[in-house]
């Protein structure tokens, strides 16, 4: 009898996977697709040569999560490449804020009336970022905070709605890229602590960066199967699990997993009935035959942009998608340009690029026109660039990935209590109406993003479980 199954090779299913094997349980995998990845996959969607990562590309969480930067991951073939920028947010003007890797470059970006302001919001966390991400994504009760006073500071900025925190600033760059880190996680402006959201990711992009792997997303999931298996552990694909039966018998199950799939395979009946799943995301990757044409200089030289006119706009395309269950006129847009720093990801002077705008969960619309139209705004000429495109509603990102609900890449909606207490409200978020079966996705803590912590979260209530038994 094995000691665990896991079901789902995600990030967070071959975290978890890990971080038990490495304390000598006994691991198997089970995976339904053909290859492990979940949302850190590496394909040709497009053309011959042109290696696109169908979901997560930019990699701010990863390369600053405890869980990952505790594992020999680069043994195994990882390697993070960074662009000048981590990220560029341009205007129709050609003028851009940027999140760099300073704070001064970043402050200065936003203009003399509200470069203090940037300052004195993220100068007092910065020194102390590695425990404060520890803390932070380690909640609830997985750990004791090491250091609950910059946490509690942490919180009394944060948890606010971002609304309230970017009053401090005056001028429409910082406000609109503020806004931008915030609908990363398709939250509203206006929610339950989404000034924490926003600042999380600017402080991960001045600590570590927002990089891409060599390679695509795909070698980051690679090489956690193959420290896993190097443990003893093994990693069955195309396996897909329908009900607990299909599984060998096991001391612990651990479901990196929907809720919603969690309780159909487990027989949990309507356990996670109110869990709700949020906006959808229609996704475009593109081959190109040069770099995008971003009239601002310093999109050309950034892996994320976000493209986003003013902060009104932004909050407008995120309540068309969330609130008014339309797909936006102006969508706000996360782009991501590996091949401006990975040669690995194109032939020779061609380019990958993907973007995604925020539709109604479940919208079954073409948003490829509009999206393009937006980018034209910023890059004008962009069509004329284009070799191939590959386009993703919520139906096919669902088909995809069944943990994409109605295309919500979140795996639930990040927005009141839900943001922190998912998938039920309780303080044991990985355990499950059965002792013995246990969740790791991202619809639970710290919730979602590339960073392994749900997994490694998860692991110490399931090794707690087999000690006790």
Known sequence: MLDAVVVGAGPNGLTAAVELARRGFSVAVFEARSTVGGGARTEELTLPGFRHDPCSAAHPLAINSPAFRALPLERYGLEWLHA?????????????????????????????????????????FLPKWDTLARDFMSLPLTALPRDPVTLARFGLVGLPPSTLLMRRFRDEPAKALFSGLVAHVMAPLGGFATGAIGLVFALAAHARGWPVARGGSQSLSDALAAYLRDLGGSVH???????LDDLPPARAYVFDTSPTALARIAGFGNHYGGYRYGP???????????????TAK????????????????????????SREGR???KPFLITVQPSVVDPTRAPAGKHVFWAYGHVPNGWTGDLTDTIERQLERFAPGFRDRVLARA???????????????????????????????????????????????????SATPPGPGVHGMSGHNAAKAVWKRLRQI
Not at 280 to 294: E, I, N, R, S, T
Not at 298 to 321: D, F, K, M, N, Y
Not at 392 to 410: F, K, M, Q, S, T
Not at 417 to 439: C, D, E, M, N, S
């Open 84 to 124: 000048e920028l981590p990220m560029a947010h341009p205007f129709p003007d050609g003028t851009a804020a940027v999140l760099a890797r300073t704070v001064g470059e970043t402050a200065a970006s936003f203009g003399p009336r509200d470069a203090g302001a940037y300052r004195r919001l993220v100068e007092p």
């Open 237 to 243: 694909t195309d396996y897909e699990v329908k009900r």
């Open 280 to 294: 959808g995301v229609f996704k475009v990757d593109y081959a190109l035959d040069g770099p995008v044409p971003w």
């Open 298 to 321: 310093e999109a050309r030289a950034a892996g994320t942009v976000q493209v986003g006119a003013s902060r009104a706009e932004i909050g407008a395309a995120l309540s068309a998608a």
């Open 327 to 329: 797909a936006p006129d």
């Open 391 to 441: 386009t993703a509603g919520p139906p096919e990102l669902a088909a995809r990935n069944a943990n994409y609900v109605g295309g919500d890449i979140a795996s639930g909606a990040v927005s009141g209590l839900q943001l922190l207490l998912r998938p039920k409200p309780t303080l044991f978020p990985y355990r499950t109406p059965h002792p013995a079966v246990f969740i790791c996705s």
